[in-house]
């Protein structure tokens, strides 16, 4: 992954450590155990926007742009 360009190198205060789990039929899954940085974590809530809202921002808008996140995990 380092070497196709997916990850990179990181110098930030924080690390989890990767956990390989075996799923049921067999094969591996690769987790991410986050418990020590979210005990450090501020809880800080953002209250969901309004469909009204968004749309009335949109109106007049000429352009639009349309994101898949299947592969976000890459």
Known sequence: MLASGVIEPSTAPYASPIVV???????????V????????TIFDPES????????????GSRYFSKFDFCKGYW
């Open 33 to 40: 155990d986050f418990r020590k940085l979210n005990k450090v």
């Open 48 to 59: 969901m926007p309004q469909m009204q809202d968004i749309f009335a921002e949109l109106s």
């Open 21 to 31: 789990v075996k799923k049921p039929d067999g094969s591996n899954r690769i987790c």
